[in-house]
């Protein structure tokens, strides 16, 4: 069973910045196209940004030029630097893996909290 584990998250005022790491376990890592989602309360989830087994990267316009996906497939790990948080940022943010070709090889992560506010 694949394992994602998230973590980083925090409080953090506006203005503040924090990386958000999710350690992947028991997948061969670069085969994975890796992303990071979030969920507001009462919102549904959405897409943060993605980043394919390419490196290729996809981001939600509301993120764009603030937040940064990266991967380290020698380390399994997929990270979100997030900088010039606002508090609309506040979210459970959720770690995500597909297979590249096998697309229903769909995991989650637990969930990190990210709490933007003075």
């Known amino acids: 069973q694949v394992q994602l584990v998230e973590s980083g998250g925090g409080l953090v005022e506006p203005g503040g910045s924090l990386r958000l790491s999710c350690a992947a376990s028991?997948?061969?890592?670069?085969?994975?196209?890796m992303g990071w989602y979030r969920q507001a309360p009462g919102k549904q989830r959405e897409l943060v940004a993605t980043?394919?087994?390419?490196?290729?990267?996809n981001y939600a316009d509301s993120v764009k030029g603030r937040f940064t996906i990266s991967r380290d497939n020698a380390k399994n790990t997929v990270y979100l630097q997030m900088n010039s948080l606002k508090p609309e940022d506040t979210a459970v943010y959720y770690c995500?893996?597909?297979?590249?070709?096998?697309?229903?090889?769909?995991?989650w992560g637990q969930g990190t909290q990210v709490t933007v506010s003075s």
């Open positions: 980043i394919r087994s390419s490196g290729s990267t």
């Open positions: 995500n893996a597909v297979h590249v070709t096998i697309t229903n090889y769909n995991y």
């Open positions: 028991r997948i061969i890592f670069s085969f994975w196209n």
